[in-house]
């Protein structure tokens, strides 16, 4: 909570209920964490990132929403993205940029289609390959300082509002300067 309060912006209420049971949700307010669809309870670690991924969906769908048919990938790429960022500033240790970027390297279609597009790789592009091209797009932009800044300012800009993928590139562009599309040319369709 305080290192998204800090990175991101300020959690609109008085109280966050953690319930640990149920399958890995999110609600405004609340969110539960204990198994994946028909697993057992999952470990200790995997409980924890559990956590602060549905603790992240707080900021990406409870503040900033998206259309979770056709922009799936807004929400659950940036809670991702943002849970990775908190690793990774609260160990210190450096992102493993080349192994992360070869999990995701067998996936050739673009992170956005509607869901009924995918196969039953769904999960691989929704969860897997959305954040993994945000870090590479901020691999390529200032690394972690720059994309926890960055946060901050499209949470200021988009908060109480919904986005989707043309936005978030417009965004992206105008923010970084960009000159063309080639940074989402592998992994988001722009009509
Ligand atoms: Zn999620």
Known sequence: MNYFQETIGPYPFKQLDIVLDGLGMEYPGIVTAHKIYDSGPVDPVVLKSMVVHEIAHQWFYGMI????????????????????????????????????????????????????????????????????????????????????KFLKNYYQFYKYKEINSKEFVRFTKYYFDLEDDSLFQDWLLIE
């Open 65 to 148: 929403s998206n259309d979770p048919y056709n922009d799936a990938w807004l929400d659950e790429g940036f809670v991702g993205f943002a849970t990775g960022l908190f690793h990774f500033s609260k160990s210190k240790q450096s992102v493993p940029y080349e192994s992360v970027y070869k999990q995701i390297e067998h996936l050739e279609l673009p992170v956005n289609l509607p869901l009924d597009l995918y196969e039953s790789d769904m999960n691989s592009y929704v969860y897997g390959k959305s954040p993994v091209m945000l870090w590479r797009l901020f691999e390529k932009n200032g690394g972690i300082k720059e994309a926890e």
